[in-house]
């Protein structure tokens, strides 16, 4: 199993950036598909960005063009940036770490990032 610690967070302004830092332990990172979600109040979690053990990306379309991430296999890290912040972005940020296998995967999760953005 995984063990996910997320950082990163905070209060930023509209307009600003932030980075998304994941700490992951317990298990072989390279092979695992590692993912941002966002939980909104009362909102479903919905994927952001995944960025595959192999290198391949894929982003939600509402994020394309503002989000990046990425991963450092030799930290054990995986980073989302995020720019052009907007009060609607407001969610907790949850990190995914997502090992497939044969017919299924399994997915770790981390507790989760709060993030609001406000002037």
């Known amino acids: 199993q995984m063990q996910l610690v997320e950082s990163g967070g905070g209060l930023v302004q509209p307009g600003g950036s932030l980075r998304l830092s994941c700490a992951a332990s317990g298990s072989i990172f390279s092979v695992y598909d590692m993912g941002w979600y966002r939980q909104a109040p009362r909102k479903q979690r919905d994927l952001v960005a995944r960025?595959?053990?192999?290198?391949?990306?894929n982003y939600a379309d509402s994020v394309k063009g503002r989000v990046i991430i990425s991963r450092d296999n030799a930290k054990n890290t995986v980073y989302m940036q995020k720019n052009s912040l907007k009060p609607e972005n407001k969610a907790v940020y949850y990190c995914?770490?997502?090992?497939?296998?044969?017919?299924?995967?399994?997915?770790?999760w981390g507790q989760g990032t709060q993030v609001t953005v406000a002037s």
């Open positions: 960025l595959t053990g192999s290198g391949f990306t």
């Open positions: 995914n770490a997502r090992l497939s296998y044969g017919i299924g995967w399994k997915d770790d």
